[in-house]
């Protein structure tokens, strides 16, 4: 276990990156371990059953698959930690000071606000609101887990890592009995709360960039809702205000890298670039959601797709979104039309987040969406890279 009773899986990690970098596994396993074959080198590498992150295996290990292919251990160590790591990289460029530094207060903004939006995304991603109350206790203990590794060259760049729950744990409903036919069904794993928690905080930058800062005219407060919808609160935008007021900061970034051991990798811009001149504008959303007062007649959802079903005797579908219900992973199902269907069955193939606009009432088979076809994707601006 690690801090926090969360249960590192090094061989796990170990052999799915020799399985993602081209080694080839065992014939068999021994009681002790197996040999992996190194396709372009040919060579043997014997990885033990019991394998302690801190032992003289683990050290043998990571030596020989460096040697093998000719690359530094510590690069073949990050690797392997990296699949079931989360990461935001944090950068603040600056273009007028000493290449790779910017000023003392600016960094300790970037690290403070860093782990403010961080926290925020914790929250919301529970349940949207445009201000953050109280931060959520679940939410903080998620975020108690991430890490910080050493900053690196890129002007100043701050990494976080937030690793991934193992094992997953399965959502908290009963199974549904529905089985894919035909071909048209899809079936995705529950979502780790780290991940989740992660994507909300790509989803929240990325939105909060294309609806508020890309466009050329000052956004209206009728983009607020999607703004909410997507985990913006004024606690997030006030957080990255303050990144971007710093004097010797021209421009911030996030660059985000997801753990093969989390699933699929979310349908999110994997970089976001803000340059400091949009610091009024990120001010007057984070303003704006602070006095944020709008209710909602109907109740949203917003979460991944865990399965798209059709109907054994109609052109008719179910999707099932898994969601976050008093502070608990459930999922929500929703009857659609064929064009709904369709529709949804692009965006569970996409991984697209989907927001689920109705009542629910609850049945045996978890929550169920009062009104049909009220599922739609979270816009993004998802074609940047």
Same mark, same amino acid.
């Given at each position: 276990m690690?801090?926090?009773?969360?249960?590192v899986?090094?061989?796990?990690?170990v052999?799915?990156?020799?399985a993602?970098?081209?080694?080839?596994?065992?014939?068999?396993i021994?009681?002790?371990?197996?040999?992996w074959?190194?396709?372009?080198?040919?060579?043997?590498?014997?990885?033990?059953?019991?394998?302690?992150?801190?032992?003289?295996?683990?050290?043998?290990?990571?030596?020989?698959?460096?040697?093998?292919?000719?690359?530094?251990?510590?690069?073949?160590?990050?690797?392997?930690?990296?699949?079931?790591?989360?990461?935001?990289?944090?950068?603040?460029?600056?273009?007028?000071?000493?290449?790779?530094?910017?000023?003392?207060?600016?960094?300790?903004?970037?690290?403070?606000?860093?782990?403010?939006?961080?926290?925020?995304s914790?929250t919301?991603?529970?349940?949207q609101?445009?201000?953050?109350?109280?931060?959520?206790?679940?939410?903080?203990?998620?975020?108690?887990?991430?890490r910080?590794?050493?900053?690196?060259?890129?002007?100043?760049?701050?990494?976080?890592l937030?690793?991934i729950?193992?094992?997953?744990?399965?959502?908290?409903?009963?199974?549904?009995?529905?089985?894919?036919?035909?071909?048209?069904?899809?079936?995705?794993?529950?979502e780790?709360?780290?991940?989740?928690?992660?994507?909300?905080?790509?989803?929240?930058?990325?939105?909060?960039?294309?609806?508020a800062?890309?466009?050329?005219?000052?956004p209206?407060?009728?983009?607020?809702i999607?703004?909410?919808?997507?985990?913006?609160?004024?606690?997030?935008?006030?957080?990255?205000h303050?990144?971007?007021?710093?004097?010797?900061?021209?421009?911030?970034?996030?660059?985000?890298?997801?753990?093969?051991?989390?699933?699929?990798?979310?349908?999110?811009a994997?970089?976001?670039?803000?340059?400091?001149?949009?610091s009024?504008r990120?001010?007057?959303?984070?303003?704006?959601?602070?006095?944020?007062?709008?209710?909602?007649?109907?109740?949203?959802?917003v979460?991944? $797709? /865990?399965?798209?079903?059709?109907?054994?005797?109609? &052109?008719?579908? !179910? *999707?099932? +979104?898994?969601?976050?219900?008093? @502070?608990?992973?459930?999922?929500?199902?929703?009857?659609?039309?064929a064009e $709904? /269907?369709?529709?949804?069955?692009?965006?569970?193939? &996409?991984?697209? !987040? *989907?927001? +689920?606009?109705?009542?629910?009432? @609850?049945t045996?088979?978890?929550?169920?969406a009062?009104?049909?076809?009220?599922i739609?994707?979270?816009?993004?601006?998802?074609?940047?890279?």
């Amino acid at each position: 276990m690690g801090k926090g009773g969360k249960r590192v899986n090094t061989l796990g990690n170990v052999t799915a990156y020799l399985a993602s970098t081209g080694w080839l596994p065992p014939e068999q396993i021994g009681e002790r371990g197996g040999l992996w074959r190194d396709r372009q080198s040919e060579s043997l590498l014997p990885v033990p059953n019991d394998l302690d992150r801190h032992g003289a295996d683990w050290i043998a290990v990571t030596e020989q698959i460096a040697h093998a292919r000719g690359i530094p251990v510590d690069q073949v160590i990050r690797g392997i930690e990296r699949q079931s790591i989360d990461v935001v990289e944090l950068r603040a460029a600056n273009d007028i000071a000493i290449r790779g530094s910017i000023s003392y207060q600016a960094g300790a903004a970037l690290v403070e606000s860093g782990l403010r939006m961080l926290r925020s995304s914790a929250t919301t991603a529970e349940r949207q609101r445009a201000r953050i109350g109280n931060y959520s206790r679940t939410g903080d203990e998620l975020v108690a887990t991430a890490r910080m590794a050493h900053t690196r060259d890129g002007s100043y760049v701050i990494p976080i890592l937030l690793p991934i729950s193992d094992p997953v744990a399965d959502v908290d409903i009963e199974d549904d009995p529905q089985e894919p036919i035909d071909g048209m069904g899809i079936s995705e794993p529950p979502e780790p709360p780290e991940r989740r928690v992660m994507r909300t905080f790509a989803e929240a930058l990325s939105t909060l960039d294309a609806v508020a800062i890309a466009p050329e005219q000052e956004p209206k407060g009728s983009v607020d809702i999607e703004l909410v919808r997507a985990g913006v609160s004024s606690q997030f935008a006030s957080a990255l205000h303050r990144i971007l007021v710093q004097e010797t900061v021209a421009e911030f970034s996030a660059e985000f890298e997801w753990a093969p051991a989390g699933g699929p990798a979310p349908r999110v811009a994997s970089a976001i670039v803000i340059p400091s001149a949009a610091s009024e504008r990120v001010g007057n959303v984070a303003n704006r959601l602070k006095k944020h007062t709008t209710t909602r007649a109907e109740q949203q959802f917003v979460g991944p $797709i /865990l399965g798209v079903v059709r109907d054994h005797d109609a &052109d008719t579908g !179910t *999707v099932r +979104v898994e969601v976050i219900q008093n @502070r608990r992973p459930t999922s929500v199902l929703v009857n659609v039309s064929a064009e $709904i /269907l369709d529709q949804a069955w692009t965006w569970a193939q &996409d991984r697209r !987040t *989907v927001v +689920v606009n109705s009542k629910v009432r @609850r049945t045996h088979n978890g929550l169920q969406a009062v009104k049909n076809d009220a599922i739609m994707p979270l816009m993004l601006d998802v074609d940047r890279s």
